[in-house]
Nanobody
C-alpha cells in the first residue's frame, strides 16, 4: 500500500523559512512517478505548489512561488523536500504531498487527477 507522510509543518513568522519533507513508501521500483506539493488554505480550493519527476528530478512551480520555494528530490522513489523562504501570511495553508504514476512521456503537470496518492497534509501557519 502506498503511503505518503508529510512532516515539518508548524508556525513561522512572516519573512521566515520552513522546510517540509515527504516520505513515500510502497511505490513500485519498476515505475516512474510524478510527485508534488499542493496546498489548501481555509475556505479556498486546493492548488498546486510544484511538481517533480522522480526519474529526472525536474521541478516546476506555480506562479505564486515566485522563486521563494524549492522542491528537491532526495532519491528516485518518493522522498521530497519543500524549502520555503520569504513566507507571508498568504502562504498559510495545509500542505499536501502527492504522487501519481507517470507513463512514458507524460508531463508532470498540476492537474490533481494525475496524482493517485495523497498524504494527510501538514499545517503551515505564517503569522506575527
Amino acid at each position: 500500500q502506498v503511503q505518503l507522510m508529510e512532516s515539518g509543518g508548524g508556525s513561522v513568522q512572516p519573512g521566515g523559512s520552513l522546510g517540509l519533507s515527504c516520505a513515500a513508501s510502497g511505490l513500485s521500483m519498476d515505475a516512474n512517478y510524478c510527485m508534488g506539493w499542493f496546498r489548501q488554505a481555509s475556505g479556498k480550493e486546493r492548488e498546486a505548489v510544484g511538481t517533480v519527476y522522480t526519474d529526472f528530478g525536474w521541478a516546476y512551480y506555480a506562479d505564486f512561488v515566485k522563486g521563494r520555494f524549492t522542491i528537491t528530490r532526495e532519491n528516485a522513489r518518493g522522498k521530497l523536500h519543500l524549502e520555503m523562504n520569504s513566507l507571508s501570511p498568504e502562504d498559510t495553508a495545509k500542505y499536501y504531498c502527492a504522487a501519481g504514476l507517470r507513463r512514458s512521456g507524460q508531463r508532470c503537470d498540476f492537474e490533481e487527477d494525475n496524482y493517485n496518492y495523497w498524504g494527510q497534509g501538514t499545517q503551515v501557519t505564517v503569522s506575527s
